[in-house]
């Protein structure tokens, strides 16, 4: 019953914006470790920014960390990434994950912690 779509992703411009979302279902989103990962051709997945379980804190690759912002929507069960100041290097799929068992601190930023994920939207960053 656990599902999650991802959305909003699309071709921006360098320092453009665009705000991904991951409608949940299954499952409440408060409840469990979300991630954000990012996988280019050719490329390992990373994680990009995460809400741990253990605490509710959140966590930010350092290539993105001050230009993305992670958010949730408990009434909507939807987690949002808001990305600023796009770079061509972020272009990628972007997955949301989830995980219903206690991941702590930075943690959430590991693929391998994830049992569930979403299909993907693609971001595409280029002049």
């Known amino acids: 019953q656990v599902q999650l779509v991802e959305s909003g992703g699309g071709l921006v411009q360098p320092g453009g914006s665009l705000r991904l979302s991951c409608a949940a279902s299954g499952f409440p989103v408060d409840y469990y470790a979300i991630g954000w990962f990012r996988q280019a051709p050719g490329k390992e997945r990373e994680g990009v920014s995460c809400?741990?379980?253990?605490?509710?804190?959140?966590y930010y690759a350092a290539s993105v960390k001050g230009r993305f912002t992670i958010s949730r929507d408990n009434a909507k069960n939807t987690v949002y990434l808001q990305m600023n100041s796009l770079k061509p290097e972020d272009t990628a799929v972007y997955y949301c994950?989830?995980?219903?068992?206690?991941?702590?601190?930075?943690?959430?930023?590991?693929?391998?912690?994830?049992?569930?994920w979403g299909q993907g939207t693609q971001v595409t960053v280029s002049s």
């Open positions: 994950a989830a995980e219903s068992t206690l991941i702590g601190g930075s943690r959430c930023l590991v693929n391998t912690m994830y049992e569930y």
């Open positions: 809400f741990s379980s253990n605490d509710g804190s959140t």
